[in-house]
């Protein structure tokens, strides 16, 4: 499975659970670190872990195997990494505080519809 397909399967995931302003950035011609970063924000805690849940399940099911997850169920900042594809997980605060759409400007946006 190629990087954009899952994108559009975590994409995918977040959107069954009314994740908020779900964005792609392609970042493959600017750094090697992934070809995707996918942020989307929560209103609960209980929202963010369900996102979470989602997308692991589904890129699981597609055969695809998380490499490393960063927060728990208390974080408002889940940031899960599935090599190719790198997903942020925000409270709507902390996904305005670090504004990773600024830091990471010079990538693509794309919408998730486009994938």
Not at 47 to 76: C, F, H, P, R, W
């Amino acid at each position: 499975m190629d990087s954009r397909e899952m994108a559009k399967l975590a994409c995918e995931a977040l959107e069954e659970k009314k994740a908020g302003d779900v964005q792609v950035i392609d970042i493959q011609n600017i750094s090697v670190i992934a070809d995707y970063f996918i942020l989307a924000d929560g209103e609960n805690q209980n929202q963010l872990q369900a996102m979470q849940d989602a997308v692991d399940e589904k890129l699981y099911k597609a055969g695809v195997q998380i490499k490393q997850i960063e927060g728990n169920n208390k974080s408002t900042w889940i940031l899960m990494d599935y090599g190719d594809i790198i997903v942020h997980i925000f409270s709507k605060q902390d996904r305005l505080f670090y504004d990773l759409e600024r830091i990471w400007r010079d990538g693509v946006l794309i919408e998730p519809k486009d994938l």
